[in-house]
């Protein structure tokens, strides 16, 4: 294990080895984080699909990201994590072999809504379509040149836990509480799977990504009332810009130094901005039975089981 990255490091996306020849998806890349993390990872020569569940918005930033890199290698490819039947279409139709999939789609903190399949959205599109996709994309991942998982998460995964008796919201529901839900979940699932790919001898790496607090639409088009406005005045005067939030999770993707389990995060105080680095997650988080039991009803929900032979 390589020990934690000094400040004084101050990794940038300049840092990016060259990714010729390797194929990346990115899901949600039509904005924010996800977009700026094709477009770095286009400039330094990646093969990058970017996925989108608006065709309209995948389709203008396809075209802004070939007027910024016109010599660059981007597709753009429909895929909507609420619906595990495009997540299963998305799978199917992709042959190639894939080198790094980023996790990065999300939604955060709407009014309680169920996903096509009847989940709790937040849960259902920021865990459990992550979770089908990547299970789907597995095969391919594995024959992939130093093939990754980076599964983006939050800091609020600190104020997560999973309500196995309710996971869907039915009883209960808080916008804040089941964003934490999903957001725990994911990495509850980045380290889970890094055990069961370890254990398999596969050679896929799983990681884990947050960009700290960074102004994306996130906390704007999600949050509604009185939290919406609140956000949009805190992004304006103390998030951190979206570029540098999104180094997070481009280090986890393609730095040589980068290590399966790892979680990388943003240096500053509280881990609310600067480069990135090693972090912790929370220590409940840590816990292989608690992961062991969200995988089994990942598998329950989403009906994707994981094949791990090499």
Same mark, same amino acid.
């Given at each position: 294990? =390589?020990?934690?990255?000094?400040?004084?490091?101050?990794?940038?996306a300049e840092k990016i080895p060259d990714q010729t020849g390797r194929t990346i998806i990115v899901t949600g890349a039509n904005s924010g984080l996800g977009y700026v993390t094709a477009r770095e990872l286009a400039r330094h020569g990646a093969?990058?699909?970017?996925?989108a569940r608006n065709p309209a918005k995948g389709r203008a930033a396809l075209d802004r990201l070939r007027d910024e890199q016109t010599d660059s290698t981007v597709e753009l490819r429909s895929l909507d994590l609420a619906d595990l039947d495009?997540? #299963?279409?998305?799978?199917?139709?992709?042959a190639t072999p894939v080198d790094v999939l980023i996790n990065n789609a999300g939604i955060m903190m709407p009014p309680r809504s169920l996903t096509k399949q009847g989940f709790e959205s937040q849960f259902g599109t920021n865990h459990l379509g992550h979770f089908a996709l990547t299970g789907l994309l597995l095969d391919?991942?594995? =024959?992939?040149?130093d093939p990754r998982v980076v599964t983006v998460t939050s800091t609020l995964h600190k104020n997560g836990s999973i309500h196995f008796d309710d996971p869907n919201g039915e009883r209960l529901y808080s916008p804040r509480g089941f964003y934490a839900q999903s957001k725990y979940a994911n990495v509850l699932f980045g380290l889970?799977?890094?055990?069961?790919?370890r254990a398999s001898?596969? %050679?896929?790496?799983?990681?884990?990504? #947050? %960009?700290?607090?960074?102004a994306t639409n996130l906390q704007s088009s999600g949050p509604t009332g009185l939290l919406n406005l609140i956000l949009k005045i805190t992004n304006r005067l103390i998030a951190q810009d979206v570029e540098m939030g999104a180094l997070n999770q481009l280090y986890a993707a393609v730095d040589p130094h980068a290590q399966s389990g790892q979680f990388i995060g943003p240096d500053g105080r509280n881990e609310s901005k600067g480069h990135? =680095?090693?972090?912790?997650? =929370?220590?409940?988080?840590?816990?292989?039975e608690t992961a062991r039991r969200l995988w089994d009803l990942s598998e329950q929900l989403t009906g994707v089981r994981y094949d791990f032979a090499c």
């Open positions: 294990m =390589t020990t934690a990255l000094a400040i004084s490091d101050r990794w940038t093969r990058v699909i970017l996925t495009s997540v #299963h279409a998305f799978a199917d139709g992709l391919r991942l594995r =024959t992939g040149r889970e799977l890094d055990r069961r790919l001898g596969s %050679p896929v790496q799983s990681l884990l990504a #947050h %960009p700290g607090y960074s990135p =680095t090693l972090v912790q997650p =929370t220590e409940s988080a840590k816990n292989p």
